[in-house]
């Protein structure tokens, strides 16, 4: 049972160029996230999705997109990426809010230069 | 908004002692509250969780506090084993259709053998 995986776990960009956060889970979690985590901040959501083909912004929105094409993945992208989105993202599922087996995957550092 | 902080950024601690992490929160209508481990280079853990009709709950070596007239919440960890040496986030959510958690920015615990 892999959980939560991530894909790529490291990442290296220029300025502008885009790029696309691969989320999967395989738990048949209806609800998934998005979050990035800044060094000495706690986590923050971007987006979140209460099922397939539905998508939803959080706190920091700005400059990312998303798509839940099939339940058991998201996707983060990034249109035109800039060095404030130079952070660690992560991915989590939960069957349901706030249930106690919210599951995190292991993350991914994206670098802007 | 929801705002959480007493952030105290590192603890040291003897193994075998315990340990106590805190946290306080702003807004008197969370009414859910979720500890997390997380390891270097790891996507975040569920430690335990605590729901507002509670103000106590355990689980193996560790126990959560909550005191909803002071807006706190505490984490003790009994016994305290080099593998505890972690960042502990706390992470406050409400009900009523929301899928936020606002995180702390976490406290890095170090376990001196």
Redesign the interface.
């Known amino acids: 049972n892999a959980g939560?995986t991530q894909t790529p776990k490291f990442r290296v960009l220029k300025t502008g160029q885009s790029m696309t956060l691969l989320c999967a889970q395989d738990m048949n979690h209806e609800?998934m996230?998005w979050y990035r985590q800044d060094p000495?901040?706690?986590?923050?959501?971007i987006h979140?999705s209460?099922g397939e083909g539905t998508t939803?912004k959080?706190?920091v929105p700005d400059g990312y997109n998303v798509s839940r094409l099939k339940k058991q993945n998201f996707l983060l992208g990034l249109e035109s990426a800039a060095p404030s989105q130079t952070s660690v993202y992560?991915c989590?599922s939960n069957l349901r809010?706030?249930n106690?087996?919210?599951?995190?995957?292991?993350?991914t550092r994206l670098t802007v230069v | 908004g929801e705002s959480v902080g007493l952030h105290l950024p590192t603890l040291s601690v003897q193994e075998g002692d315990n340990s106590i992490i805190n946290c306080a929160y702003s807004n008197s209508a969370s009414d859910y509250f979720i500890w997390y481990k997380q390891e270097s280079g790891k996507g975040p853990q569920f430690i335990i969780d605590i729901r507002s009709n509670m103000d106590k709950r355990q689980g193996q070596r560790v126990t959560v506090l909550l005191n909803k007239t002071v807006k706190h919440l505490s984490l003790q960890i009994a016994a305290t084993q080099p593998g505890d040496s972690a960042v502990y986030f706390c992470a406050v959510g409400s009900g009523a259709g929301s899928y936020q958690l606002t995180f702390g920015k976490g406290t890095k615990l170090s376990v001196i053998p």
Not at chain 1, 40 to 45: E, I, T
Not at chain 1, 100 to 107: H, M
């Open positions: 939560v609800y996230y000495g901040m706690g986590l923050r959501l979140y209460v939803a959080g706190e992560f989590a809010p706030w106690t087996e919210a599951f995190f995957g292991q993350g």
